[in-house]
């Protein structure tokens, strides 16, 4: 069974920087596209960025691009989701995601599995 926790959520103000963390236990993380989406109460989760097994390509959306950065450790089986410069707008709860068998795609529902999201949110 696949176990995501994510860590590093707060209250930060527009500007100021937060790095997040999701763990990962049960699986071959090393062969594992991980993600970050982000879910606003009464909307849909939304595509954040991802990463694919090996770490040699990443996908951002638009919004979040020069500002946000993912990384992975796969001796660790953690990946990272480093957030600059951030704006009330990211205000967010943030949840991991992954695919163990590869591949990337921004629609959530190719992700099997989630952990329960770390809260960010950022002041004016």
């Known amino acids: 069974q696949v176990h995501l926790v994510e860590s590093g959520g707060g209250l930060v103000q527009a500007g100021g920087s937060l790095r997040l963390s999701c763990a990962a236990s049960g699986t071959t993380f090393s062969s594992a596209t991980m993600a970050w989406f982000r879910q606003v109460p009464g909307t849909g989760r939304e595509f954040v960025a991802a990463?694919?097994?090996?770490?040699?390509?990443?996908y951002y959306t638009d919004s979040v691009k020069g500002r946000f950065t993912i990384s992975r450790d796969n001796a660790k089986n953690t990946v990272y989701l480093q957030m600059n410069s951030l704006k009330p707008e990211d205000t967010a709860a943030y949840h991991c995601?992954?695919?163990?068998?590869?591949?990337?795609?921004?629609?959530?529902?190719?992700?099997?599995?989630w952990g329960q999201g770390t809260q960010v949110t950022v002041s004016s």
């Open positions: 990463i694919t097994s090996t770490g040699d390509r990443t």
């Open positions: 995601a992954q695919r163990p068998i590869g591949g990337v795609s921004y629609d959530p529902q190719w992700y099997p599995y």
